[in-house]
C-alpha cells in the first residue's frame, strides 16, 4: 500500500491527537479522580519519575500488559513507537528506531540490549524471559551506550520482575483458545519472618497439537508434514529475598526456560536475480522452483522434519548496601544456554520426491555461558548533584556446529560442517553525572570506556558433487571433499561512548529536553570463508529533542520528541561464496519523531494511542557480484545506496481505548479496542518490488475483561487480528542466497479465568 503525503499527514495528525504514554496504567473505576498514575522507572538505574526523565522511555507494568493483550514481547511493538520485533525459532531480533541487527552470522551481537533483573542477555535466544509477574517492561529508545554498554545502539529492552514482599499473596490463571492454544500461569509470595522472603512464578503453554490450523496458518502442503508453531513452552522463576537490616539486601534468583517444538515455518520469498534458485537457469523467475505455494503466504511446502529445542538457565545474586551517601549495588550473574535446531533449507518437496535426493536441511547445535559482574556507587537522591559509577565485566564461551545439507537440485550441491569455539571478554568503566543550578534546569553528562576481546577456535568441512558421470548414487553426481580449513582467530576493540542531556522544567508538569549520545556495537569474525576474518564494530551518534506534558489536572499526557542518527560501519550480512557472511558495509542517516498520548476522559473511560515517523536512508551500502546477476548472467555489484533501511517503515501506531462498566455484585466489566497500522517497509537492502516488500496493513483487536467486586476473580475473552493480516516479522538468508519469512499469528482467540489469593 503506497501511502500519499495526505494520507501521511492525516494520520500524523491524528496521531498527535491520540498518541499513547509510555506508561500506561490502568485507572480504578471506583476512585473520585481520573488523574493518571506516576510511573517510576530505573531507566537510568535509579528510581525516577518518568515525566521528569529526559529520555524516551515506554514502561507497562503487569496490569498493563493484560490489558493491552500483549501475550509475548513480540506485541509489545503494537504499542511502543518506533519498535519492530520478531523471532526465528528460539531468537529475538529487536529493531528500534531502523536500528538493531538483522546479522545472522553465528555469535554475532544484537544492536538492542536486553537486561533481565539487571542482567544482560548476551545471545539473542536470552530475550525469551519469564513475560508473567512483572513488575514493569521498559523500553529505552536510542543509544545506550554509557549506563547499558556495548550492543545497546538501538536502546535497551528492560525486564523488572516482581520481588518477594512482606505480605502472602498467590494467583494463577488458565486459557484456552483456537490452535488448541492452552496456558497455565501463576505466582506465589511466602515472607519467611521479618527479613526473608520467597516468590515463586511460573508460565507454560500446553499442547499445541497443529493439526489442523486456522484459516491454513503455515499450513504444511507436504501430505503428513509437520505444521508450523507447534510448541510447548515452559518457563519457571524463583527469587529469595534477605534483609537482615534496614541497609542491606541480598536477593537470590534462579530461572529456567525451556521451548521446543517447530518454530515458525520459513516461507521463501521470490527473489530475481540469484542464479542458484532456479532449475530452469532463469534467475528472473523462479515460479518453476517448485516450492512456491499458491496458497499465499500461510501455506508452504516442507518435507524436512522441522523442530528446535532451548534450555535455558539462569542464575544472580544481587546485593544492595545503603551507605548513607550512596548505595553499593553489585550484581553477579551465570547463565546457559543450550540450542538444538532442525531446518528445512529449501521449502521445497523436490527432495521428497527425487529417488536418491537428499533432504535440504541444516542442522545446529548451540551453547554458551556467560558471567558477568557489574559493581556501581549509586549517590543518595537528595541534594543538587547526583552521581553513578561503576564497573562491569562480561566472559562468554559460545560453541557452535552447524551441519547444512543441500539438494543439487538447487545449485552445487553441499554437505557443510562448520564447527567453531568462540571467547568474548568486554570490561567497562562508566559513569554518569548530574547537577541542578536552578529548579528549572538539569545538566547531564555521561561516559563508558569499552574494551573487547575476542578468539575462536574452528574449521569447516566442505563436500560438493560436480558432474561426474558414473556415479551410482543414484545420480549424476558424486560427493567430493573439496577440502577442509581450520582457524583460530583473534582480535580487539576500544571505545569511548558518551552522554550529554539537558533538561529544562517549565512547571511540575511540562519540560523539554535535548540530548546527543553515542552507542558501540562490539566487532566479531566471519566463519567458513577461505579464511576467518573479522568485522569492525559499528557506531552511532544520536541526537534528540523531547518534550513531556499532563494536561488537565493530570488526567491527559502527551510526550513528543524528534531525532537524527549518523550511523556508521553497519555490520550487514552479505553471502559470498554460498556463504553467509558479516561485513562493515554500510553508512545510514536517520531521522525521526514519535507521539505518545493518553487521556482519562473520565474515571471509566480512557484512550491511549502512539506514533512512530521514521526516514531512513543507506549513504554508502555495495551488495557483492556474488548474489546477483546482470542481463547477460554475469556476477555484477548493486548499489543499494539511497535504499530505505530494513523494518523501518515510514510511520506506526496504535490508536486503542477501554470503558469500564461497573455492575454492583457482579463486578466490572472493561471493554478494550485497539487498532495497529503501519506503512509500507522493506525487509532487504535491496528494496525489490514485491520480493522485499511487506505491504501496509491494519489490525484489529478486541478484548471483553471481568473482576468480581472483592476483586478476587477475573476473566477476559479476547479476539486479535479481527482482519487476519499476513504480516512478515521477520526475514532471513540461507547459505544458498535464498530468503525465508516468519508470519505473525493469524485471526485468533482465546478465553483466559483466573482468581487471586
Not at 1 to 11: H, R, W
Not at 635 to 648: F, K, Y
Not at 655 to 663: L, P, R, S, T, Y
Amino acid at each position: 500500500m503506497k501511502t500519499t503525503k495526505s494520507t501521511f499527514i492525516k494520520f500524523y495528525l491524528l496521531g498527535a491527537l491520540f498518541a499513547t504514554t509510555n506508561t500506561w496504567t490502568v485507572i480504578n473505576a471506583q476512585e473520585s479522580s481520573a488523574a493518571l498514575e506516576e510511573i517510576i522507572v530505573t531507566a537510568q538505574k535509579r528510581q525516577e519519575n518518568l515525566q521528569t526523565l529526559g529520555i524516551s522511555v515506554s514502561a507497562f507494568d503487569q496490569d498493563t500488559l493484560n490489558s493491552l493483550g500483549a501475550r509475548d514481547i513480540v506485541e509489545l511493538s503494537k504499542f511502543v513507537p518506533n519498535l519492530q520485533i520478531g523471532t526465528e525459532s528460539s531468537d529475538l531480533k529487536a529493531m528500534i528506531r531502523g536500528v538493531g541487527s538483522d546479522n545472522l552470522e553465528a555469535f554475532s551481537d544484537p544492536g538492542v540490549a536486553v537486561h533481565i533483573d539487571g542482567v544482560y542477555q548476551a545471545r539473542p535466544s536470552g530475550g525469551n524471559a519469564l513475560y508473567y509477574d512483572m513488575e514493569r517492561v521498559e523500553v529505552l529508545r536510542g543509544p545506550q551506550g554509557t549506563l547499558y554498554g556495548r550492543n545497546a545502539n538501538g536502546g535497551a529492552i528492560n525486564f523488572i520482575s516482581n520481588k518477594p514482599s512482606d505480605e502472602f499473596e498467590a494467583s494463577m490463571d488458565f486459557g484456552v483458545g483456537d490452535n488448541s492454544w492452552k496456558r497455565f500461569r501463576g505466582m506465589v509470595n511466602v515472607p519467611m519472618g521479618d527479613t526473608m522472603g520467597l516468590r515463586i512464578a511460573g508460565s507454560g503453554l500446553l499442547g499445541f497439537p497443529h493439526n489442523e490450523t486456522q484459516d491454513g496458518y503455515q499450513k504444511n502442503l507436504i501430505p503428513g508434514g509437520t505444521e508450523g508453531n507447534d510448541k510447548d513452552d515452559a518457563t519457571t522463576k524463583l527469587q529469595f529475598l534477605w534483609q537482615p537490616t534496614e541497609k542491606v539486601s541480598l536477593l537470590f534468583a534462579g530461572g529456567e526456560t525451556l521451548k521446543e517444538g517447530v518454530g515458525p515455518i520459513r516461507k521463501r520469498t521470490n527473489t530475481p536475480g540469484a542464479g542458484t534458485l532456479s532449475p530452469s537457469g532463469n534467475p528472473a523467475n523462479c515460479d518453476d522452483c517448485g516450492f512456491v505455494a499458491s496458497g499465499g503466504l500461510r501455506e508452504v511446502y516442507k518435507d524436512t522434519e522441522e523442530s528446535f529445542n532451548l534450555l535455558t538457565r539462569s542464575y544472580s545474586l544481587t546485593l544492595d548496601y545503603d551507605l548513607g551517601f550512596a548505595t553499593l549495588t553489585a550484581i553477579a550473574a551465570d547463565q546457559s544456554t543450550d540450542m538444538g535446531l532442525v531446518q528445512d533449507s529449501d521449502q521445497s518437496p523436490r527432495a521428497k520426491g527425487i529417488p536418491g535426493g537428499t533432504t535440504d536441511s541444516a542442522v545446529v547445535t548451540q551453547m554458551s555461558d556467560q558471567q558477568t559482574l557489574e559493581v556501581r556507587l549509586t549517590s543518595a537522591d537528595e541534594g543538587s548533584v547526583e552521581w553513578l559509577l561503576g564497573l562491569y565485566y562480561l566472559d562468554e564461551n559460545a560453541f557452535q556446529n552447524t551441519v547444512i545439507n543441500r539438494d543439487p537440485t538447487f545449485g552445487a550441491a553441499k554437505t557443510i560442517n562448520v564447527l567453531h569455539d568462540v571467547n568474548a571478554e568486554s570490561s567497562a568503566v562508566f559513569g554518569q553525572f548530574s547537577v541542578q543550578p536552578n529548579d528549572t534546569l538539569k545538566l547531564t553528562a555521561g561516559f563508558r570506556s569499552t574494551s573487547d576481546d575476542k578468539d575462536a577456535v574452528g574449521g569447516t568441512k566442505v563436500q560438493i558433487r560436480p558432474p561426474a558421470p558414473g556415479c551410482n548414487d543414484g545420480w549424476p553426481y558424486c560427493y567430493v571433499n573439496v577440502g577442509s580449513q581450520s582457524y583460530s582467530p583473534e582480535d580487539s576493540w576500544s571505545s569511548s561512548t558518551y552522554k550529554f542531556g539537558v533538561d529544562k522544567y517549565m512547571s511540575d508538569d511540562r519540560m523539554v529536553y535535548a540530548t546527543v549520545s553515542t552507542g558501540y556495537k562490539a566487532g566479531g569474525f566471519n566463519f567458513g570463508v577461505s579464511s576467518a576474518e573479522s568485522y569492525d564494530p559499528e557506531e552511532v551518534t544520536a541526537f534528540e529533542i523531547g518534550s513531556k506534558n499532563r494536561f488537565n489536572d493530570g488526567r491527559m499526557q502527551l510526550n513528543a520528541s524528534v531525532f537524527y542518527y549518523d550511523y556508521s560501519d553497519l555490520q550487514v550480512f552479505q553471502v559470498v561464496d554460498q556463504t553467509i557472511v558479516v561485513r562493515n558495509a554500510a553508512e545510514a542517516d536517520i531521522s525521526g519523531a514519535e507521539l505518545e498520548f493518553v487521556a482519562a476522559l473520565s474515571d471509566n473511560l480512557r484512550v491511549d494511542a502512539s506514533l512512530g515517523v521514521l526516514d531512513t536512508e543507506y549513504k554508502k551500502f555495495i551488495l557483492p557480484s556474488s548474489l546477483f546477476l546482470d542481463a547477460s548472467g554475469e556476477p555484477t555489484n548493486i548499489d543499494v545506496s539511497g535504499n530505505q533501511l530494513i523494518n523501518a517503515p515510514k510511520w506506526s501506531g496504535h490508536i486503542g481505548g477501554e470503558h469500564d462498566f461497573a455492575n454492583g455484585r457482579f463486578g466490572t466489566f472493561t471493554l478494550r479496542g485497539q487498532l495497529y497500522l503501519s506503512d509500507d517497509m522493506y525487509l532487504r537492502a535491496l528494496n525489490l518490488e514485491p520480493y522485499d516488500h511487506q505491504k501496509g496493513y491494519t489490525t484489529l483487536d478486541v478484548k471483553v475483561m471481568w473482576k468480581s467486586a472483592d476483586n478476587r476473580w477475573f476473566g477476559e475473552a479476547f479476539f486479535n487480528n479481527l482482519t487476519d493480516e499476513a504480516v512478515i516479522t521477520n526475514q532471513e538468508v540461507t547459505d544458498s542466497g535464498i530468503y525465508f519469512a516468519n508470519l505473525n499469528r493469524p485471526r485468533s482467540w482465546g478465553v483466559v479465568v483466573g482468581v487471586r489469593f
